[in-house]
């Protein structure tokens, strides 16, 4: 790629992802307590969780597999469908999941 | 100037004879495949999170599941497993090296990287095979009522106890069964020894039982050891059968992409890619072995860490 000199930019994402890799393990090992409080049918810390992982995923699929270099017409393509599908699932899925005892 | 027929081009980019992506036919194809599985890993995964928002309060706890470390005693939640993530993502690093090398046309480079990609996936895979085996063979052992409930040995310390630990004592047992196992009749003569023994449910919320109680439903009930599609110590089946499910598939996807490397990396040697004048082959694998890793990034938060 024209955009890139040297492999300096693949290791600056490796470290992205190695600390926060990190940081998910140490905060999962000790579970602040003041990240336990419930919201929205979870905790905070369980938001933390998600938060770190959806950019992990940003930095991967960006990245890793160039799609940041990717013209509109490819970005559309790949994320509309995922962006919106996805979510729309999980929603229905768990909304569904806590009504099936009562 | 440009002629008439470039001007048409210019302004439809989706009539044909361009290339309005811009990107070539096999990564397009790539692409598109990687679209439609990561649509069916989130199916999984979503029907894992369907089951946990409906047994939430004794959904077992990953971190109390998953708590062995090759050639460490004791508990070591998520070490194991932080160590796999970090495998597999530094395989992903040496693949976007690969491919980097690949643009450049440097062959050494190419053969040098993918190796080590290679490497990295078979040792993720080998993890993943000991974890399933530890699975497998079980940890300390629980009691399956007649209603397919689980439930765990506790102490009046509120400690959680194996079977090695009940049947042979504190000093002589070990915190884990170490693949021995126990009947029934053996347990269930410990239990009615010492008064305080009870058994409680897994989870963050499970319910405890009195002494009689436990004694009872195990005298109506059975032991577990171990877990496999039916019976899981662990609680509820159903954990057991989307981590069979989920990290098995995505392993078949690592294993499948180990092979698919292997292919290109043997091509590389070979000097195909040199003769056909570009790496494109390697950025598309490449592609798919960074969908391994993006995969493995939603697993391993879904299934270890929340």
Do not use: C
Not at chain 2, 21 to 44: E, I, P, V
Not at chain 2, 157 to 178: K, P
Not at chain 2, 237 to 246: H, L, P, S
């Amino acid at each position: 790629m024209a955009e890139h000199n040297g492999t300096w930019w693949i290791w600056k994402v490796f470290w992205i992802l190695l600390v926060i890799t990190g940081v998910e393990v140490v905060l999962g090992i000790i579970k602040p307590a003041f990240l336990l409080t419930p919201v929205i049918g979870t905790s905070i810390l369980n938001i933390v969780f998600i938060l770190l992982t959806l950019v992990k995923a940003g930095y991967i699929v960006q990245v890793f597999m160039h799609v940041k270099y990717e013209k509109k017409a490819m970005k559309y393509a790949l994320y509309l469908p995922s962006l919106i599908l996805i979510p729309y699932l999980t929603f229905i899925l768990l909304t569904e999941g806590s009504y099936l005892f009562s | 100037m440009s002629s008439n027929a470039d001007l048409v081009q210019d302004t439809n980019h989706w009539g044909g004879g361009s290339r309005p992506m811009g990107a070539r036919y096999g990564k397009l194809m790539m692409w598109f495949f990687l679209l439609s599985d990561a649509l069916t890993f989130s199916g999984f995964l979503t029907a894992y999170g369907l089951m946990r928002f409906k047994y939430e309060s004794n959904w077992p706890i990953a971190e109390n599941v998953f708590t062995h470390f090759p050639g460490l005693e004791g508990d070591q939640p998520l070490l194991y497993v932080a160590l796999m993530t970090f495998i597999l993502i530094m395989s992903s690093v040496t693949m976007v090296l690969a491919v980097n090398a690949g643009e450049k046309m440097n062959r050494g480079g190419v053969t040098n990287w993918m190796l080590w990609t290679i490497v990295g996936g078979f040792i993720f895979v080998g993890s993943q095979a000991w974890e399933w085996y530890h699975f497998i063979i079980g940890d300390s052992g629980a009691v399956e009522t007649t209603r397919q409930e689980i439930l765990h040995v506790y102490n009046a310390e509120g400690e959680r106890l194996s079977f090695s630990q009940i049947v042979h004592g504190m000093e002589e047992g070990h915190a884990s069964n170490h693949g021995e196992t126990f009947t029934k009749s053996e347990v269930l003569s410990s239990m009615q020894g010492d008064a305080s023994l009870y058994l409680k449910e897994p989870g963050k919320a499970g319910r405890a039982f009195t002494h009689a109680e436990s004694v009872a439903f195990l005298e109506a009930g059975d032991v577990v050891q171990g877990a496999n599609m039916i019976h899981n110590e662990y609680g509820r089946k159903q954990f057991a059968n989307f981590f069979f499910f989920i990290t098995g598939f995505h392993g078949f996807h690592v294993f499948s992409g180990v092979v698919i490397n292997f292919i290109i990396f043997y091509n590389v040697l070979l000097g195909t890619y040199e003769k056909r004048g570009h790496y494109r082959m390697v950025e598309k694998v490449g592609l798919y072995w960074h969908f391994v890793d993006l995969v493995w990034v939603f697993v391993f938060t879904f299934f270890y860490l929340v």
